[in-house]
């Protein structure tokens, strides 16, 4: 079982405006037995702010080993030509969708699809379930086909790294949908999500935490130690 440290560099955020959703999505740096690896990249706009909470944990750009892209819009993957030299992870139906859909999804950024293209060092995911950079991922389509969530378990319990599959707590709890391509879909995925986790860091939203009665905002932090992972949750 790899050390896995969980560390949120941004919390997501549903909000919308007269001009559109803010684009205002979660970023998580997962250190992997020293291998540093970035679930999403957020949005333009983020683009400083992002390079400036990688220094303050003594990190640049460079020093991104890989990237995983929960799916391809544009306030989690347009900052991709960030890490030219990282590794980077997304699945095949969302390439699928993002090359063929692009007109119909206005959320993906077109622009930077020939730069995935001709990335040497992308690795296209299949299948429903799987590994990469030694974390669980699957499937977790509705908001687009192909977006995949992270799993990292332990003695504690079960953490999912959701992305949009589950924007925030009112979708998961009020089967609240917006902005999603498969209605049907997006609510299977709610229920798959609810069932295998203790845990929840969703797209849009901070964390979720398991309780009695359901899952609710958590601010307490909860930290987790195993013999051989250790993950640290940040409120």
């Given at each position: 079982?790899?050390?896995?440290?969980?560390?949120?560099?941004?919390?997501?955020?549903?909000?919308?405006?007269?001009?559109?959703?803010?684009?205002?999505?979660?970023?998580?740096?997962?250190?992997?037995?020293?291998?540093?690896?970035?679930?999403?990249?957020?949005?333009?706009?983020?683009?400083?702010?992002?390079?400036?909470?990688?220094?303050?944990?003594?990190?640049?750009?460079?020093?991104?080993?890989?990237?995983?892209?929960?799916?391809?819009?544009?306030?989690?993957?347009?900052?991709?030509?960030?890490?030219?030299?990282?590794?980077?992870?997304?699945?095949?139906?969302?390439?699928?969708?993002?090359?063929?859909?692009?007109?119909?999804?206005?959320?993906?950024?077109?622009?930077?699809?020939?730069?995935?293209?001709?990335?040497?060092?992308?690795?296209?995911?299949t299948g429903n379930e799987g590994t990469c950079a030694g974390?669980?991922?699957?499937?977790?389509?509705?908001?687009?086909?192909?977006?995949?969530?992270?799993?990292?378990?332990?003695?504690?319990?079960?953490?999912?790294?959701?992305?949009?599959?589950?924007?925030?707590?009112?979708?998961?709890?009020?089967?609240?949908?917006?902005?999603?391509?498969d209605e049907t879909a997006t609510k299977q995925t709610f229920?798959?999500?609810?069932?295998?986790?203790?845990?929840?860091?969703?797209?849009?939203?901070?964390?979720?935490?398991?309780?009695?009665?359901?899952?609710?905002?958590?601010?307490?932090?909860?930290?987790?130690?195993?013999?051989?992972?250790?993950?640290?949750?940040?409120?």
């Amino acid at each position: 079982m790899p050390d896995i440290r969980i560390d949120p560099l941004f919390f997501g955020l549903a909000g919308v405006s007269s001009r559109g959703y803010l684009g205002w999505s979660s970023c998580v740096l997962l250190n992997v037995n020293g291998t540093h690896v970035l679930f999403d990249t957020c949005g333009y706009n983020e683009r400083a702010e992002l390079v400036k909470r990688l220094a303050a944990r003594k990190l640049t750009l460079a020093d991104i080993d890989v990237v995983i892209l929960s799916h391809i819009h544009f306030d989690h993957a347009v900052n991709i030509g960030l890490f030219p030299e990282a590794a980077v992870y997304v699945h095949e139906i969302d390439m699928a969708h993002a090359h063929d859909n692009y007109e119909r999804d206005l959320a993906v950024p077109v622009e930077i699809l020939p730069l995935l293209d001709a990335r040497a060092n992308l690795t296209i995911l299949t299948g429903n379930e799987g590994t990469c950079a030694g974390i669980n991922w699957f499937l977790a389509p509705g908001h687009t086909p192909g977006l995949i969530a992270l799993e990292i378990n332990n003695e504690q319990g079960c953490v999912v790294l959701a992305s949009d599959a589950v924007k925030n707590l009112e979708a998961l709890t009020q089967g609240t949908i917006q902005n999603t391509w498969d209605e049907t879909a997006t609510k299977q995925t709610f229920e798959a999500v609810a069932q295998r986790a203790t845990h929840i860091l969703p797209g849009h939203d901070g964390w979720l935490e398991r309780t009695p009665t359901g899952f609710s905002r958590t601010d307490t932090p909860v930290v987790a130690i195993h013999t051989q992972q250790t993950w640290h949750i940040h409120a």
